[in-house]
């Protein structure tokens, strides 16, 4: 059992960098991979960045360059960098906890990009 929660969302220009942290609880973190997703109006949830258990990284093509994964298992949480922002990065992003056998999502947070 795992419990998500993102912090760090929020109303950027575009160019604009944003933080983003998922805390997780319950479990022990180090044995899941951490992942992010995103979803926008209208749209699919679609696959952001993931971070397995051993620090190997992957990233969307559309974020590639962009944003940066990176976890911290003493504090139990993920975190996206995101940097240079564009209004097609507007979505409600969401952190996902997964190893074999389960997966668990947070609730999400806002993140808006302004022209």
């Known amino acids: 059992q795992v419990q998500l929660v993102e912090s760090g969302g929020g109303l950027v220009q575009a160019g604009g960098s944003l933080r983003l942290s998922c805390a997780a609880s319950g479990s022990i973190f180090s044995m899941y991979a951490m992942n992010w997703f995103r979803q926008a109006p209208g749209k699919q949830r679609e696959f952001v960045a993931h971070i397995n258990t051993g620090g190997y990284t992957n990233y969307a093509d559309s974020v590639k360059g962009r944003f940066t994964i990176s976890r911290d298992n003493a504090k139990n949480t993920v975190s996206l960098q995101m940097d240079s922002l564009k209004l097609e990065d507007t979505a409600v992003y969401y952190c996902?906890?997964?190893?074999?056998?389960?997966?668990?999502w947070g609730r999400g947070t806002q993140v808006t990009v302004s022209s």
């Open positions: 996902k906890a997964s190893r074999i056998g389960a997966e668990y």
